[in-house]
């Protein structure tokens, strides 16, 4: 059974910074794509990161370029998210979606499969 569990979220105030990590199982993790994705009270779904494991390639919301990092730590088959510079307007509740053997970076959510449970990122004015 595949699962995703993301977790590190929490309280910061503006400027400050976070590491959010998905931690997968049930499947190989060396084909995949992982992504990063946030919701906003009365907002919609947003892509803010992906991750492949086939080039380690990577994409960022404009949003979010220069101040998240996405990477990978294979032999702990997580993905980390670290966010610096945070603002008010990250605030969210994100998510982590693996898309298995997946070859396109996609940064759409019907692209990805399986879903983790959410981690809420709150960032104070």
């Known amino acids: 059974e595949v699962q995703l569990q993301a977790s590190g979220g929490g309280l910061v105030q503006a400027g400050g910074s976070l590491r959010l990590s998905c931690t997968a199982s049930?499947?190989?993790?060396?084909?995949?794509?992982i992504g990063w994705f946030r919701q906003a009270p009365g907002k919609e779904r947003e892509g803010v990161s992906c991750?492949?494991?086939?080039?380690?390639?990577?994409r960022y919301a404009d949003s979010v370029k220069g101040r998240f990092t996405i990477s990978s730590d294979n032999a702990k088959n997580t993905v980390y998210l670290q966010m610096n510079s945070l603002k008010p307007e990250d605030t969210a509740v994100y998510y982590c979606?693996?898309?298995?053997?997946?070859?396109?970076?996609?940064?759409?959510?019907?692209?990805?499969?399986?879903w983790g449970k959410g981690t809420q990122v709150t960032v104070s004015s």
């Open positions: 979606a693996a898309d298995i053997g997946g070859y396109i970076l996609s940064m759409q959510d019907y692209d990805y499969d399986y």
């Open positions: 049930g499947f190989t993790f060396d084909d995949y794509a």
């Open positions: 991750i492949s494991s086939h080039d380690g390639s990577t």
